[in-house]
């Protein structure tokens, strides 16, 4: 019993690594092609919906539609689109500026000992001229299947670093540099503007 549950547990905890390991660099894009996109009708699917995905996938829709498919809703293939977007930094673009904490409230009395000022957090990249390495991330993951069989024809994916305002040019550089690579299985810079 203690070695299948130490099996499981190891199984488990190499699932992640190993779909981590599959994944390309930040800044670089992968396409696997297990055959060329068919000119069938594709529809184009949202995994998770918002603004900058619907502008995205209406993105893809027209690279498709370039390509001589016929784009829609339906279809014989669906194109799986995952858009991802994350900014721990709350949209900052690579720096934390804070006013002074603490201070007099609206609410207190003149001469209530209010609460002294403590200093502001500072926190800022110390080379603003090269481009950044690291924050905020927008990842593009694409994955074609046929609908009656469920098998996966091709698949891409690829990231930036991108502040909140420039996350949409990202995109459509990612999703331009991946469709003119589409032909064949390939790796490479994502195009991500500056």
């Known amino acids: 019993m203690r070695l299948a549950a130490v099996s499981l547990a190891l199984a488990v905890a190499a699932v992640p690594m190993t779909a981590a390991a599959q994944a390309p660099a930040l800044g670089q894009f992968e396409v696997k092609a297990y055959q060329v996109i068919p000119k069938a009708k594709t529809a184009v699917q949202l995994n998770s919906d918002s603004a ?22 339906s279809g014989g293939n669906v194109m799986k689109f995952d858009v991802t977007y994350v900014d721990l930094l709350g949209g900052s673009g690579g720096s934390i500026d804070r006013g002074p904490v ?13 609460i002294s000022q403590v200093p502001g957090v500072t926190i800022r990249r110390r080379d603003d001229n090269a481009p950044a390495k ?18 996966v024809l091709w698949a891409a994916t690829a990231s930036c670093v991108a502040s909140a305002s420039m996350a949409e040019r990202a995109g459509e550089s990612m999703i331009d540099t991946i ?5 064949k299985t390939a790796t490479g810079d994502a195009g991500c503007p500056l």
């Open 52 to 73: 900058l995905a619907r502008n995205l996938r209406r993105q893809v829709m027209v690279r498709l539609s370039k390509r001589g498919n016929e784009v829609g809703f």
């Open 134 to 151: 690291s924050g905020p991330t927008l990842r593009l993951n694409l994955t074609l299947y046929h609908v009656d069989t469920g098998r």
């Open 179 to 183: 469709f003119d690579n589409a032909e």
């Open 102 to 114: 603490g201070g007099i409230q609206d609410f207190q009395q003149p001469g209530s000992n209010p």
